[in-house]
């Protein structure tokens, strides 16, 4: 039996949760211990596993995998683990990630479920982000892995403002899952060099980016100097990556902002303040703007000198400062400020391919096959009963794949469109035929604006949508969409993205739930 212990880094990778406590895994249990990263996973481990493992899920039932804090009992359940799955491709709170690489013991095998299930013929498709804006959408992005300077999934980039110029002040913020603000920038209280600029610094791991809200007090110039660090390892010295500093034009007329006659205006679309590690390790310039006008997930995006563009706040960017103390570093609320809209629902950091293989049921037998082989590399011992078991479980997936397919085939093609709250659902489109239509509001911190219900009656009306469809755990924060439901006649239905419930249990029932809900509210 391996010797576990607690090691030093945990109270640095986790935070305490107000979550229902998992199943936990003991040194004094002969069954083979695994840990996941979430429910899902977790099923799919059981079904393969059976009686000979004990397995723990660190994300718990009911919680949202891209915003999950880990609490100590969860780093316990990793350090006595003989096997770890996650899913990654950046779906997983990167907390979760960290806590998992930092205290998984030595030579124990810790799989990404999504990345290596592509050698088992599951299918990828990029993440595509078009919600239609009236504004650009505006976030920051780390490019290339780092791998010149040793980063690995666990590693850290940081990205510090340093200085604001400007009629007002700004902030930046970006709202999580419950609708509370995680602040990476607010120039109205300063910015303290003697800290590291702490209080003004997003955090990113390498490939990835996230998006945010970006909020102007007064009209005019703003800028912005940033500058980026690469923390390789918790007790490695951060690595200065560059300086740049981006203009915005709030309000104002952005081709006659002073010094900048002719410069490129950047005014909609998907656009990252971006610093890329790769250019970094060459000598380039490593800060810059990573745009795409047309929003078709990173078809058309490409780099722009920050010195030479302009990011324009318009007019029509006005809104008021939302009720709740929580929002008081904005301005008392009801007070106009100018502000681009984070578009995504919850803390949400991800990379270029969409993370949700689970959507379609063929990935999940390419997941399925890969636990089983992992299995088996752990435990030769239980070959023949993961081996058996799995087959029998990829002929009912296999079933399942075709009920899906046959009740999503007897809607009719022009009224399967999907618009929902969150961004997971592409793999299920692309797999039965779904039209994603896209999400309901693109601005979480707030009710939706008058604009906002106007473009969604829209939508519903010119495509004769029946119903909209919301996470059963996010159906409490959207009374304003359940009034415009009703007073369109609409009906408000349910569908599982990330998580289970009581209700449903297993990724079989997820699957089932979400095509029979298709059915019962798109079909005539």
Request: proline letters at 6%.
């Amino acid at each position: 039996m391996r010797v576990r212990g607690l090691v030093g880094s945990v109270l640095l990778a986790v935070g305490l949760t107000g979550c229902a406590a998992p199943p936990t895994l003991s040194a004094a249990d002969d069954r083979l211990q695994v840990v996941t990263t979430t429910g899902i996973l977790r099923d799919l481990v059981d079904n393969v596993g059976g009686d000979r493992v004990a397995v723990a899920s660190l994300v718990p039932d009911g919680a949202d995998p891209h915003s999950y804090e880990p609490s100590l009992r969860d780093v316990r359940n990793v350090v006595y683990a003989d096997v770890a799955f996650s899913n990654y491709l950046l779906l997983e709170e990167h907390a979760i990630i960290k806590a998992l690489d930092a205290n998984l013991p030595g030579g124990v095998p810790n799989i990404s479920l999504a990345e290596g299930a592509v050698k088992y013929a599951a299918e990828i498709i990029p993440l595509v982000e078009d919600v239609a804006l009236d504004t650009i959408w505006l976030g920051m992005r780390v490019r290339g892995t780092g791998e010149t300077y040793g980063a690995d999934r666990a590693s850290d980039i940081l990205l510090q403002s340093t200085a604001v110029t400007g009629p007002g002040t700004m902030a930046a913020y970006l709202t999580e899952p419950f609708g509370n603000p995680a602040v990476y920038l607010d120039s109205a209280d300063g910015f303290d060099a003697a800290t590291g600029y702490r209080a003004d610094t997003a955090t990113l791991p390498a490939d990835a980016h996230t998006h945010m809200s970006w909020a102007f007090t007064e009209p005019g110039v703003y800028r912005l100097t940033m500058s980026a660090r690469l923390a390789v390892s918790p007790d490695s010295r951060p690595v200065a990556l560059g300086e740049q500093a981006f203009t915005f034009a709030v309000g104002v007329d952005p081709h006659s902002v002073p010094g900048m006659a002719g410069a490129e205006v950047l005014r909609g679309g998907h656009a990252d303040i971006t610093v890329d590690l790769d250019a970094a390790a060459r000598g380039e310039p490593a800060l810059y703007l990573y745009a795409d006008p047309h929003a078709d997930g990173g078809i058309h995006q490409q780099v722009h000198d920050p010195g030479d563009t302009v990011i324009e706040v318009p007019n029509k960017a006005r809104a008021q400062v939302p009720a709740g103390r929580d929002f008081r570093f904005l301005g008392r609320p009801g007070t106009e400020i100018f502000q681009l809209p984070q578009a995504v629902l919850g803390k949400h950091v991800h990379g270029e391919i969409d993370p949700h293989l689970w959507q379609n049921v063929r990935n999940v037998i390419a997941y399925v096959e890969l636990i089983r082989d992992t299995l088996t590399g752990v435990d030769p011992a239980g070959a023949a009963e993961y081996r058996q078991r799995a087959t029998a479980y990829i002929a009912e997936l296999s079933a399942l794949d075709d009920h899906v397919r046959q009740t999503i085939a007897r809607i009719p093609p022009g009224r399967r469109h999907l618009i929902t709250t969150h961004d997971a659902f592409g793999y299920l489109g692309a797999a039965y035929d779904v039209q994603i239509s896209g999400f309901v509001t693109p601005h979480p911190a707030a009710e939706p604006s008058l604009a906002d219900r106007r473009r969604l009656t829209e939508t519903i009306r010119n495509l004769r949508v029946p119903a909209v469809f919301l996470e059963p755990n996010l159906r409490s924060r959207s009374s304003t969409l359940t009034e415009l439901a009703d007073d369109l006649d609409v009906r408000v239905c349910g569908i599982y993205g990330d998580t289970f419930d009581d209700r449903v249990t297993s990724y079989i029932e997820l699957m089932r739930f979400n095509a029979e809900s298709l059915l019962d509210c798109l079909a005539p």
